[in-house]
């Protein structure tokens, strides 16, 4: 099945900083999303990102399909921003999300 | 409801008992999905179904697991004589159609097998 690997696995932020997070995927997709997942375990949909670029608010992303990534850019940071964020892709020929191990944000006051 | 609703929110059963997960989809939306998450783990698919196709179960870890969705909605995700292994978040989600749209979640079930 498609690999789905983000990068960095973890990372630590000072309030106000900027970020980017990184996905790689190994095969052709029709789908890519990325979610926050808070506290609680709630997964909050941030975008639906098949290819191209999208802003909302602080955040945005942008997706080329063609060489097989996605960059989320996170935007003078918050500590709301901490907790992990997953990608997850369709590839093309299947219908299930494969997600990836995620990134661990910590964003300190 | 607006968005996919998942009982109970939390659960604890002694260990060899039966649970049942429960999951309410968004309105319309044909596909559904469970997946599984181990502490501090990723997204574990378990089950698929589309509309009125056969489900893929590809993805439940033992016979123990089964899921069943009624009338094109509400699915039911049981697991037989839980183990210890068992414990996870137990994630449900719903799309309008299937790898084309937007998949959202729901809140989860925190399965506690003691």
């Known amino acids: 099945g498609i690999q789905v690997e983000q990068s960095p696995p973890d990372l630590i932020l000072q309030e106000g900083a900027n970020s980017t997070l990184r996905c790689n995927f190994s095969?052709?997709?029709?789908?890519l999303q990325w979610f926050h997942q808070n506290p609680w375990g709630q997964l909050i949909n941030l975008f639906y990102i098949p290819s191209g670029t999208k802003q909302n608010g602080r955040l945005s992303a942008t997706t080329v399909a063609t060489e097989r990534y996605s960059l989320l850019y996170i935007s003078s940071s918050q500590t709301t921003d901490s907790g992990v964020y997953f990608c997850?892709?369709?590839?093309?020929?299947?219908?299930?999300?494969?997600f990836g191990a995620g990134t661990t944000v910590t964003v300190r006051a | 409801g607006a968005g996919v609703s998942q009982s109970p929110s939390n659960k604890v059963t002694e260990k060899g008992k039966d649970v049942e997960l429960r999951c309410d989809p968004i309105?319309?939306?044909?596909?559904l999905y469970w997946y599984r998450q181990s502490l501090g783990q990723g997204l574990e698919f378990l089950i698929y179904f589309q509309g009125n196709s056969a489900p893929d179960k590809s993805g439940l870890p033992s016979d123990r697991f089964s899921a069943e969705r009624t009338g094109g909605s509400v699915s039911t995700l049981t697991i037989q004589r839980t183990q210890q292994e068992d414990s996870a978040v137990y994630l449900c989600?719903?799309?309008?159609?299937?790898?084309?749209?937007?998949?959202?979640f729901g809140q989860g079930t925190r399965l506690t097998v003691v």
């Open positions: 309105s319309g939306h044909t596909a």
């Open positions: 997850a892709v369709v590839s093309f020929n299947d219908y299930k999300l494969s």
């Open positions: 989600a719903s799309s309008l159609a299937s790898e084309v749209t937007e998949a959202f």
């Open positions: 095969d052709s997709v029709n789908n």
